[in-house]
């Protein structure tokens, strides 16, 4: 008997999803477990496995299509079956002026992408944009995950290529993922709706390297990063200060009962944001393993919902691109956010003399409906302590 592929329902309230590419294409064999297709919803873009082996048959939607959840949009057919017709029911979210302008501009060859010897991996958006340009995406090297071709990549070679009088210059316009669209709506509600405030400290993270140098030197199976002393930190901080654990509501302010720190990782469509769940009660090293594979999930897109929901206080570090210091907006209903910049050799005061040390600059933004200066400042502080002393509380 066949197997239907339905849309997956990726999150609680998600009523629909956007199929991005086909892994496979129709009539290919497929086996149980295998990537079949890439699905896109508000918080991320996941690889779909197959529910069984066969082959896969009756594709009836497109990649760039809007599909409500648990309709049927392929079959997998065992072995000696024939595929059959399948009536497929109407989609029940009719697509917006824009998005309808977008399917009728994509190209057919975006209708079932399969993965394949000699197969450009490339984004919707890049395969897009090299088809108005004519730019031959093999030509290209890919900068994004399995060296996929982005985006950035495409406008990049638009931008190296000499104009001519024959190709007129024209705007580019790349289209909105759903998450990309989710996170700008996101970020200017909590802008618009939450009174940010900013309190800046800076770290001597010498003696965070200087453990992790003795973890290398011990070849340690696991090192953990700059990134999970701070996660420690923050996580053991936030115990002493619950004001800054919780979200705002209309009935007060409601504390949240667990530690569930989100770890922000860029992705070449957005943003997100996977969660380590209890974080307090974690030592260095279960911390380090979480987040770990937290950050390889999202990569590969297999982050489930519960991989990205639920997170109470959340830190982004921007210091592996070399950044000093930022600020972050707050991610909504959470009140606080960590921002942490990289650790960097300055020349700092010593007593009465200079001396060169590994600093880092965190900020943090914090909701002053929740929380004031005071209670920031102090948080910081104790951050701050527990990284310059990581015997004492790591």
């Known amino acids: 008997m066949p197997t239907d592929v339905i849309m997956p329902a990726l999150g609680m309230a998600q009523e629909k999803g956007k199929l991005v590419s086909w892994l496979k294409a129709d009539g290919d064999a497929v086996k149980k477990g295998e990537p079949l297709m890439e699905v896109e919803t508000d918080k991320a873009t996941v690889e779909v496995e197959a529910p069984a082996s066969g082959i896969l048959a009756n594709v009836t939607a497109a990649a760039g299509d809007e599909v409500p959840v648990g309709q049927r949009i392929a079959v997998i057919l065992a072995a000696g079956e024939k595929a059959a017709s399948f009536e497929t029911p109407p989609a029940a979210v009719k697509p917006s002026p824009i998005q309808a302008a977008e399917k009728r501009s994509a190209p057919v060859a975006e209708v079932a992408a399969p993965r394949r010897a000699g197969h450009v991996l490339a984004s919707p958006a890049a395969r897009k944009i090299a088809k108005d340009k004519s730019i031959d995406l093999a030509s290209l090297n890919g900068s994004g995950p399995g060296g996929s071709v982005t985006a950035e990549d495409v406008i990049r070679a638009t931008q190296a290529q000499p104009p001519t009088a024959a190709a007129p210059q024209t705007n580019t316009i790349v289209p909105l993922t759903a998450m990309r669209r989710i996170v700008g709506q996101r970020m200017a509600k909590s802008k618009q709706s939450a009174p940010h405030f900013y309190v800046g400290i800076d770290v001597d993270m010498t003696e965070v390297g200087r453990k992790r140098s003795e973890a290398k030197d011990k070849k340690a199976a696991l090192v953990p990063s700059i990134n999970d002393f701070i996660l420690r930190a923050a996580a053991q901080t936030l115990k002493d ?29 957005g943003l997100v944001v ?41 830190v982004s570090n921007l210091g592996m691109f070399g950044v000093d210091n930022f600020i972050a907006i707050i991610n909504p209903p959470q009140c606080a956010i960590l921002a942490v910049g990289q650790v960097a050799r300055r020349v700092v005061p010593d007593g009465n003399q200079i001396a060169v040390r590994s600093m880092m600059t965190m900020t943090l933004s914090a909701d002053h409906r929740i929380a004031d200066g005071v209670t920031a400042a102090r948080f910081l502080q104790g951050v701050k302590q527990l990284l310059e002393k990581p015997s004492a509380g790591l």
Not at 242 to 256: M, R
Not at 285 to 295: F, G, I, K, T, V
């Open 241 to 269: 200060f619950p004001s800054l654990n919780s979200t705002f509501t209309e009935q007060g302010i409601e504390i949240f009962p667990e530690i569930n720190l989100g770890v922000a990782v860029a992705l070449e469509d």
């Open 274 to 314: 996977p969660v380590i769940r209890n974080a307090d009660r974690l030592s260095l090293d279960q911390l380090a393993a979480a987040s770990r594979e937290l950050a390889e999930k999202a990569q590969k897109k297999k982050l489930l919902p519960l991989d990205y929901e639920g997170g109470t206080f959340t």
